[in-house]
């Protein structure tokens, strides 16, 4: 009898090991959701419960704010002509994605995330024009992924440091975390960040700043990383983080 609860404490403890090895390797984000699929388009509420429905750690998207004020998910700074970031909502509203939804809210993108049970929102806000309104951007996002109660499952990155320095002073607790790619690890540290998301093609410039991030606690993320050769080379460079359009191949690698 004391052999096999030995035996069983001893399984035991090797599951729990996997199971950590297992949670400390390179996650898979899946570029403005997982839209190169059926039925999917980028940034659209299809491509983020296809995002949830593969297991990705998360979905990246893009939010801008309209000239009065309400919070939209779009990459581009345009849609059908129009200027998002000065154009009022009631004539953006009714204009369709790739795959025949109308441009979702934001508001709208965090109830359906809400709803799923797998995902976090990787959410990136856009350059504005000015500081003020940057700063502007992070409160209102801010705010609504408060009320809507997603603030720990919510993800913040931009290439603004204005915006992002102000999620960091009124969101202390928020992991945020900067895409431009010309601050070191250390410079990052120094202003609060979570960690880096840079392009793939500046740490490659820098592979030293995988361990500089490490030894100040940061996370990496490397964007957009489509080539399954690279997905390899940066999970075991130690990325903990890969923003992919191929989010399906990236889950088969960085699982083996």
């Not at 940034?43 to 919070?71: K, P, Q």
Request: glycine share 6%; charged share 25%; aromatic share 8%.
């Amino acid at each position: 009898m004391k052999k096999l609860n030995f035996a069983l404490l001893f399984l035991f403890c090797l599951l729990l090991a996997g199971n950590a090895d297992a949670k400390s390797g390179t996650k898979v984000i899946a570029h403005r959701g997982y839209w190169r699929c059926e039925g999917s388009a980028q940034n659209s509420i299809r491509s983020l419960e296809r995002a949830n429905d593969i297991r990705a750690y998360g979905s990246e998207f893009d939010v801008h704010l309209t000239s009065d004020n309400v919070i939209v998910v779009n990459h581009d700074g345009t849609i059908q002509g129009f200027d998002i970031q000065n154009t009022p909502y009631d004539q953006l509203k009714n204009l369709q994605l790739a795959n025949g939804e109308t441009l979702p809210t934001l508001r709208q993108y965090l109830e359906k995330g809400k709803q799923l049970k797998h995902i976090r929102m990787i959410l990136e806000i856009k350059e504005h024009a000015t500081p003020e309104r940057n700063h502007e951007a992070a409160d209102k996002v801010y705010a609504m992924v408060k009320e809507l109660g997603m603030t720990g499952r919510t993800e913040f990155i931009s290439f603004s440091l204005e915006a992002c320095k102000e999620m960091i002073r009124i969101a202390p607790k928020s992991k945020v975390y900067y895409l431009n790619g010309e601050l070191s690890p250390a410079q990052l540290k120094q202003l609060g960040f979570a960690g880096l998301d840079y392009q793939d093609k500046v740490m490659d410039e820098h592979p030293e700043w995988f361990g500089e991030a490490k030894q100040n606690n940061l996370k990496v993320n490397v964007w957009t990383v489509d080539d399954e050769a690279k997905m390899e080379a940066y999970s075991k460079e130690g990325a903990d983080f890969i923003t992919t359009n191929e989010p399906v191949k990236a889950l088969a690698i960085v699982r083996k």
